[in-house]
C-alpha cells in the first residue's frame, strides 16, 4: 500500500473528514479536526481608548487553569477592570550576504541605505498588508545581515515578510547595481529576525504587537476576593524577581504563556509591580515585548476561528491590536490569582 492510499484509509475512518469544514483546508494530508476542550473565564472590562466587557475563552486540559484566570478576573472586575495600550507593531526578516573580501562587505554596507525606497516597492507588489519600515544593517567579517522590518496591518505577517523580503532580494540581484559588489552567496534568514525564538533583539526590537496591560487594587478587595492582603502579594512577587535574576531570566511571570497559547489556540513578559505603602493599593502591570498575532489571514477565515474572534470583537480589519491587548489582559488576571495562591499557600491543594 502506497503513501496516498494509507491516508486515504485513515481518512475514511475519520468523521470529521466528512465535514463541509475541510474543504479548501490550506494544510498537507488533512485527515481531519481533533476536539480542543475550552473554558470560560470572565467577564472582564477592558479600557482603552473605548470600554468593553469580554469574555476569555481558553483552550486547555489543565485542571485549575480557568478557575484561577476567573478569579484573577475577578478581582479587577470588582474595580472595574483592566487598562490596556498597544504601544508598536513590527515583524522583521532578516536576509545575510556573504562576500569574498571584508571590503566589499563594507561597500555593499554602505550602499544599502540608498535602496530602501526600492525595497519597499518590491516588497509592497507582494501584499497589500507589507510596509517596509527600516532597513538595519550589522557587519561580522565577511557577512552583511540586513534586517528588514514590516509594518503588516491586522496580518500577523510571518509568511507575508519572508516573500516580501525575498522578492526584494531577487529584484535587487536582478540589477545592474548588484553585480559589482562582490555578493558569493545569500540565504533568505539569518537568526537576526528572532523568527519564534526569546531574545533581547525581539523586546528592543517588537516582533508582532508590544503591549502592556496594567491596573489597581485596595488592600480590601485583595483580602475579599484573593484571601490575602497586597503587603503579603507584593512581598511574593518581590521574591519571584529575586529568584528569577539568580536563574539569569529575562524579568518574569508566573503563567502567562497559559493564556496566550489558550487564546492562540481558540481563535516574555515582564510583570512590574508598586505598592503604596501608606494606602496599600497595589498596582500591577503586565508588559509583553512581543505578540504575534493578526486577524485576518492564515487560519482566521475557519468557522470556528472566525466565530472566536467575532464573539471577542476581534474579527477582521482593525482589530490585531484589540486581540492583543484582550490577551495582555487576561494573563495579567491569570497572574495575579496565581500569586495570591502561592501567597495563601494553596497553589498545590489547588490541584
Not at 46 to 65: D, H, N, Q
Not at 146 to 153: A, L, N, Q, T
Not at 275 to 280: A, D, G, I, P, V
Not at 324 to 344: C, G, K, M
Request: aromatic share 12%; glycine share 6%; net charge positive.
Amino acid at each position: 500500500m502506497d503513501r496516498t492510499q494509507n491516508l486515504e484509509k485513515v481518512a475514511e475512518r475519520l468523521f470529521s473528514c466528512r465535514d463541509k469544514d475541510t474543504k479548501n483546508i490550506k494544510i498537507e494530508n488533512c485527515v481531519g479536526f481533533t476536539r480542543v476542550l475550552f473554558g470560560l473565564a470572565g467577564s472582564l472590562t477592558i479600557y482603552r481608548k473605548s470600554e468593553r466587557t469580554v469574555y476569555g475563552f481558553l483552550a486547555t486540559v489543565k485542571p485549575t487553569f480557568v478557575a484561577s484566570c476567573f478569579c484573577g478576573c475577578k478581582v479587577f472586575q470588582a474595580i472595574g477592570g483592566i487598562k490596556v495600550e498597544a504601544l508598536s507593531e513590527g515583524l522583521s526578516r532578516a536576509p545575510v550576504f556573504t562576500f569574498g573580501t571584508v571590503d566589499n562587505a563594507f561597500r555593499f554596507y554602505h550602499y544599502v541605505p540608498t535602496l530602501q525606497s526600492s525595497f519597499n516597492a518590491s516588497a509592497e507588489k507582494t501584499s497589500r498588508y507589507a510596509r517596509l519600515v527600516e532597513v538595519t544593517l550589522y557587519v561580522i567579517s565577511r557577512t552583511v545581515y540586513v534586517r528588514f522590518r514590516y509594518s503588516c496591518g491586522d496580518a500577523a505577517g510571518q509568511n507575508i515578510v519572508t516573500i516580501a523580503t525575498h522578492r526584494a532580494c531577487q529584484d535587487f540581484f536582478a540589477s545592474a547595481a548588484s553585480k559589482d559588489l562582490g555578493i558569493i552567496d545569500f540565504q533568505i534568514e539569518s537568526q537576526f529576525s528572532s523568527d519564534k525564538k526569546l531574545s533581547w533583539g525581539n523586546i528592543n526590537n517588537s516582533r508582532g504587537v508590544e503591549v502592556i496591560a496594567w491596573s489597581s487594587f485596595s488592600d480590601s478587595v485583595c483580602r475579599a476576593i484573593l484571601g490575602c492582603g497586597t503587603a503579603k502579594l507584593r512581598s511574593v512577587i518581590s521574591k519571584f524577581e529575586d529568584g528569577g535574576t539568580r536563574n539569569g531570566q529575562i524579568r518574569q511571570n508566573i503563567n502567562t504563556a497559559n493564556v496566550i497559547t489558550a487564546m492562540f489556540i481558540f481563535c516574555s513578559q515582564n510583570a512590574a509591580i508598586d505598592l503604596n505603602e501608606e494606602t496599600k493599593v497595589l498596582t500591577l502591570s503586565l508588559y509583553i515585548p512581543f505578540l504575534l498575532v493578526g486577524t485576518v489571514g492564515e487560519g482566521t477565515h475557519y468557522s470556528s476561528q472566525q466565530e472566536s474572534l467575532e464573539f471577542i470583537g476581534c474579527y477582521r480589519d482593525g482589530k490585531k491590536w484589540a486581540l492583543a491587548e484582550t490577551i495582555a489582559a487576561f494573563a495579567l488576571a491569570l497572574d495575579t490569582s496565581t500569586v495570591s495562591a502561592i501567597a495563601n499557600d494553596i497553589f498545590a491543594s489547588s490541584y
